[in-house]
């Protein structure tokens, strides 16, 4: 069982920066990636953004450009780790954010484990 622990959130004002962390312990030999959902109070939970284990990136549409998401993540890791720099924040990014673990179950199906979720709040 993988385990992921997130650290990085918290309160910031409007404009600023935060960078979430994710350590996920445990060699996992069928990675296909990791990367981040957020919730945000009285909405569903929303793509953010991925890196595979390859070191592609995918974003989703409306947060390209301001988040940036890195990853140290590899079939041969004891610990993967994975970053979301969140910069220029602006109210509407309060949100839980989750990090999630991909590995593959067979050729083109994977399975997701999740982190608890670091709080981001964006206020004055």
């Known amino acids: 069982q993988v385990r992921l622990m997130e650290s990085g959130g918290g309160l910031v004002q409007p404009g600023g920066s935060l960078r979430l962390s994710c350590a996920a312990s445990?060699?996992?030999?069928?990675?296909?990636?990791m990367g981040w959902y957020r919730q945000a109070p009285g909405k569903q939970r929303e793509f953010v953004a991925k890196?595979?284990?390859?070191?592609?990136?995918?974003?989703?549409?409306s947060l390209k450009g301001r988040f940036t998401i890195s990853a140290d993540i590899s079939r041969n890791n004891a610990q993967n780790t994975v970053f979301l720099q969140l910069n220029s924040l602006p109210p509407a990014a309060t949100a839980v954010y989750y990090c999630?673990?991909?590995?593959?179950?067979?050729?083109?199906?994977?399975?997701?484990?999740w982190g608890q979720g670091p709080q981001v709040t964006v206020s004055s």
């Open positions: 999630f673990l991909l590995a593959f179950t067979d050729l083109t199906r994977t399975t997701a484990s």
């Open positions: 445990g060699r996992v030999s069928t990675l296909a990636g």
């Open positions: 890196s595979g284990f390859n070191g592609n990136t995918k974003y989703a549409d």
